[in-house]
Structure formats: C-alpha cells, structure tokens
C-alpha cells in the first residue's frame, strides 16, 4: 500500500506521503505493541488447544472423532475469510476493522470459555476463527501505515512475525499450564483481559487510515461459498466413523461441499466484482505447487500434534503441564529448521527446502508409527517429533518465497495470504481424513474382541494412530513430489 494512497478516516483534510513521513509518532511504540499482542492471540489458538484436548473431551463428552471440530471449526473459519479480513481493512480503515476483529474475537472467547455443550464451544471456535480472519489482516496493515521509512518497518514487521511465530509456539506450554493449574476453559478466558486492554489502547492510540483508492467491493459470497463448502466436505469425511464412504449420508455431505466449492469457482471467475482469488493468479506453476506443499505438509503436521497430545495424556498419563514442556523441543525445531532455511534461501532458492523437507517429516512419521502403550515418550515421541516438526519448518520461509516468486509485485500479498490460506484448509481436511483413519481401526479392533479393559483399549488407540501416522508420512511425501513442479532457482548474477 502506498503511503499516498491513505488518508485520515476521520478527517476532512488529506494526508500526504510527506506529511505522513514527516510526522513524529510518539505512540509508534505503543501501535505496535498493540498490533503484536493481537497477532499474539490469533495465532497462539491455533495451537493452545491441543494439549487441552483431552481435558475437553472428558468435560463436555466429546468422542475422539468428534473432537478435532475444536480444531477445525477455527482453522476453516479463519481461513475461509482471511482474503476478505485483508480487504475490509483498506475499504473502512484499519483502526475500524482492527477493533471489529478483536471484538468478535474476544467475545467468542468468552462464550467459549462458558460452553457447556460441544455444540456451543465449536459454533465459538468458529466465530474466533472469523474474528481472528479479520483481525489478523488489520494488525498488519497497521504497521504498514505507522511505519513509513523503510528501516523502521523493517524493523517492525521482524518484530510482529517473530511475535506470531512465538505464539504458535508458545501454544502448547500456555495450554499446558492453564489446563493443569486452572482450567481447559482458561485457554479460552485469557483472551478476554488481553482483548480489552487492547480495544481500549486501539480506540485511544490508533488513528484511523483508509485507502483512497481500494476497490470498494468486499466478496462475501465467496468467502461464504468457500468457507461452507469445506467445512461440508470436513464433515462428509467425520462422519464416516458413523456411515460408509458410500451411503448417501457421507455421499450428500461431500457431494454439497464440491457443489459449493466449484460454484465459488464459477463466483471468483464470472460474478465477483472484486474476487477474493484472481483466477489468472492461479495459472503461476510455482505458485501452485507451493501451495500444495503447505496443504501437505499443514495436513499431516495439524494431525501429528493431535494425536501425540492424546497419547501423551491419555496412554502414557502425562499431565498438561508435562505434555506442553514435552512440545518444547518440537518448538525448538521448528525455529531452528525455519531460520537456517531463511539464512540458505538466497543462495540456494527454496526448491531443495521443500523437497528435503518433506522426506525428513515423512522419515519422522514412519519413525513414530512404532507407537505403542509399552514405548516412552523418549523412545518413541521425541526424535521423530523433532524429525517431522524440523522438515515442517524447513518449509515455512521457502514455500513463502517460492509463491511470491511467480507472481506480480500487486499480487504479492495475495500470494503470501494464499499460503496461509493453504495452511488452514490442509490441516483441517488433514486431521479430518487421518482422525477418521485412526478411528477406523481403532473401531475395528475393538469390535474384534471381547475384552475392552484399559489396556486393550490403550493398544486399540496407539494402533489406530500408528495408521494415521504412516499415512501422514505418505501425504508428507505427496508434498515432496509437488515441489518438483517449481522451477529451478536462478541465482541472480554477480555485480562488478
């Protein structure tokens, strides 16, 4: 966004390029702080849940199957609507669409904390999601905005996306710690204090900035169509642990989300005014198959984190507590993967990432298949969770380079927006397919023998997960094939 092109939402008289960069803002410290303790909230429940996971089930009779709709409700609802949240915020204004975002946001955590019913806690998780999908977007353009020299945003920006990966990673220890010292209901509650304090600073310190010359259409249809069709498709997929692939239970639910998904196609190219995905965009190879890497990669590591959880508290009786230190060095591995890739990819491009990648996390995953309720989380979880969380973040700066790489300097945000966008979508269809894989057999073992003491039930579990995991190594896999696609880096030449 150029720096013309905003002007004061609440004011008759035009900010200039030069006024805007001329100005002290002595409260450009505290913009920004506000901005990164949303982006914080976002992002940390994604992944604050899945050590409370267990303790969720149990309170509201969730069945395992059923559970990772706490998962997915959020992340098919943010992702569903993170494009449009983008928009809104150059069409009303950044300061407007910031505390709509944070408002719904922070509502919905409070409704969460209170659900007694499985039903009021997903219909919650679902509007955070929306919140967090147009929150998300306004912290950014907000820095943007504030900071218009390019050293100081420089310096900004590295500070709010080492802030949000902080806060995916933070997630488990923050879960952890709630869920065992207070209650799963405070992973939800905690938002609230944090929420107000930030509506309140936003109102007083953010001036409100809108884009002159934004396209003034917002593709609400779209965004619906998208969003409701996956979600159908999700719960196709779930509900097979109930009906077969072929009854007309499963068959309708999928066949509406495909229906949804392909008018959303006919919408984006023929309709929409103001598309939330150009479809020309789509016609980059590169940025295709970058895009296909994420969903991969997303789709087996959302599973991975689900999974161990449960096993983990569930089969081995660790603690939430326990269980969030026990992510810890997962966490590490993901950082160091995702800073060692960011220091090589100029030299190297991104494609030999995202080929090496993959196999590692795909290596982990057959590693850790060999789970049982007679293994210990040092011979089973912690080298082949390194293993398949390190290949995850060997992924994250090179399939960010590689999607914008193919396409227009304009389109560049869209691109970066799309992989988020990919993240969300393949976790959710991920966990989806693999928890119902692992709920197949577990099902079919249990079915097969008359004894269902804790035991038996306990090897039933870590059998159906095993299935999923060498699955998700395979889908790791299919992420590997598909950065094939990307063409070769072109190292730029030397200047004399």
Known sequence: MAEQDIIPGKSDEIATSKDLQNKEHKSDGLILAIACVAQFMVVLDVSVVNVALPAIKYSLGFSTL????????YALTFAGFLLLGGRAADIFGRRAIFLLGLGIFTGASLVGGFSQTQGELIAARAIQGLGGAILSPATLTII??????PGGRAKALGLWSAVAAGGGAAGAMVGGILTDLVSWRWILFVNVPIGILAFVGARIIIHELKNVHADKHLDILGAILITTGLSSIVYGIVQTDRYAWTSWQTVTAIGVGVVLIATFVFVEQKVAVSPLVPLKLLKSR?????NLVMMFMSAAAFAMWFFVSLYLQTVLGFSPLKTGFAFLPQTAAIAI??????RLLTSIGPKPFLIIGPIITAIGFVWITGLSPHESYLSIVLIPGVMITFGLGFTFAPVAAAATAGVEPRFAGLASGLVNTSRQVGG?????ALATIASERTASLMSHS??????????SLTSGWSRAFFVGGFIAILGAFSALAIPKFKKPAAVH
């Open 450 to 459: 008359p004894s269902h003491s804790q035991a038996f039930l306990a090897s």
């Open 428 to 432: 959710a269809l991920g966990l989806a």
């Open 337 to 342: 993967a995702a800073t060692l890739s960011s």
């Open 66 to 73: 059923n559970l990772q709709w706490v998962i997915n409700a």
């Open 286 to 290: 590169t940025l295709i198959a970058s």
């Open 144 to 149: 943007i905005t504030t900071f218009t020299t």
